[in-house]
Structure formats: structure tokens, C-alpha cells
């Protein structure tokens, strides 16, 4: 059960709020943070939080067909139902079972990206989740080199990938485990194309 972690926090970590169904550790609990990524200055903090989404100025849907902007953890836990949803169905697609709640809860937590003191804490959780790999930072692929990049780890492609008008060009067996990851791709010299970079699929 994804629950929404409660809005009577004081935006410190050090003063814990609790608020039910949210703090049950069977539960997902969801704090706000600000398109900032900064802690929402109402989100409950405690030491049940598991991820955080953005919660603050969300824009919704209201009463008599409106749109409005409205803030609380409760517009941050959709974000959290939507990807366990997502998960749940492509976990089953690739797997013909169910995946346990054990298990969403971990992928959650390891796809999450940390905010706030390293690791764990009690304002963020295991901090904001992203589909993207590693937390969906920088792409950085190295020019003369199968390596390449992901928030600064060292990764390989089984070949070096040749470059073409300053872009890279290599099987898409060698570049699947990069389909996931919307981050900008960055040349050699680190430099962007004008915002034009990104990923072309050639058959």
C-alpha cells in the first residue's frame, strides 16, 4: 500500500512526525519535496519514510473541471503509485509472476536518488525515485575508449563505439543498458549539441 507520509512536519530530520497508515512498515511511505528537490517544509519526517516525489505546487485536477495548484504529500504519493503500478506490470510481463512487496519496496529504494545526508534519512528517505539507472544522472561516454560513465562509475561496452560528426555509433546490443537512462549523453569534450543531442535507433 502506497500512503501519503503526513504534512505536520517542521522540515527538520531531527524531529520526527508519525502519522498512520503511512508509518506501518508494510507500507510505502511517501514524503514531498520541491521541484528543487529541497524537502517540503510540511513533509513528516520519521524513520519509516521510503522514497520522496514532488509535492509542492502540483498542478491537479479540481472541483467543476479546474485545474489547480495544490501542495501535501498526498500530491507527491502519486507519483509513487504510478511507477508501482508500472513495475508491477512489466515485473509480471518478463517474469509470468507477481513481484513480492519485498521486492518493489527494495527496487524503490536502490533506484531512488539520494538527497539530504548520504544514505538513508529521515526527511528523504532513500531519497527521490527515478526510473533512470544510477538515478538518472549524466551519461558520459569516452572518446577513443569503450568506457563510459554513469555518476562517475566506470562502466564498458564490449567494443569501442566509433564516433561520426561527434557522435557515437555502436550496436544496440552494446547501448541497451543505456536505453533507460534519459540523462544528456556528453561528448568527449563536454560539450552539448545545442540541446539537439539524444538517441537515434537505425535498422
Not at 508494510?26 to 529541497?38: I, K, S
Not at 513528516?44 to 502540483?58: C, L, M, Y
Not at 560513465?149 to 557522435?167: A, C
Request: glycine share 10%.
Amino acid at each position: 500500500v502506497v500512503c501519503a507520509a503526513g504534512n505536520f512536519g517542521d522540515g527538520k530530520a531531527g524531529t520526527p512526525e508519525i502519522s498512520y497508515p503511512a508509518y506501518y512498515p508494510e507500507c510505502l511511505a511517501v514524503g514531498a519535496v520541491e521541484l528543487n528537490t529541497r524537502a517540503a517544509s510540511f513533509s513528516n519526517s520519521n524513520d519509516q519514510i521510503d522514497v520522496v516525489a514532488p509535492g509542492v505546487k502540483t498542478y491537479s485536477t479540481y472541483l467543476e473541471n479546474k485545474y489547480v495548484e495544490l501542495s501535501g504529500t498526498s500530491m507527491a504519493t502519486p507519483h509513487i503509485a504510478g511507477a508501482v503500478a508500472l513495475i508491477y506490470s512489466r515485473y509480471y510481463l518478463r517474469f509470468k509472476k507477481h513481484p513480492t512487496p519485498e521486492y518493489i519496496k527494495e527496487y524503490l529504494h536502490y533506484q531512488a536518488i539520494d538527497l539530504g545526508q548520504i544514505g538513508f534519512d529521515y526527511l528523504y528517505g532513500y531519497g527521490l525515485f527515478s526510473f533512470n539507472i544510477d538515478g538518472g544522472k549524466a551519461i558520459r561516454l569516452i572518446m577513443g575508449s569503450p568506457k563510459y560513465q554513469v555518476n562517475g562509475k566506470d562502466y564498458y561496452l564490449q567494443k569501442e563505439p566509433f564516433w561520426h560528426n561527434n557522435s557515437a555509433c555502436a550496436s544496440i546490443e552494446e547501448i541497451s543498458d543505456l536505453l533507460s537512462c534519459d540523462s544528456n549523453s556528453l561528448p568527449a569534450d563536454g560539450s552539448l549539441n545545442n540541446g539537439n543531442d539524444g538517441l537515434e535507433i537505425w535498422n
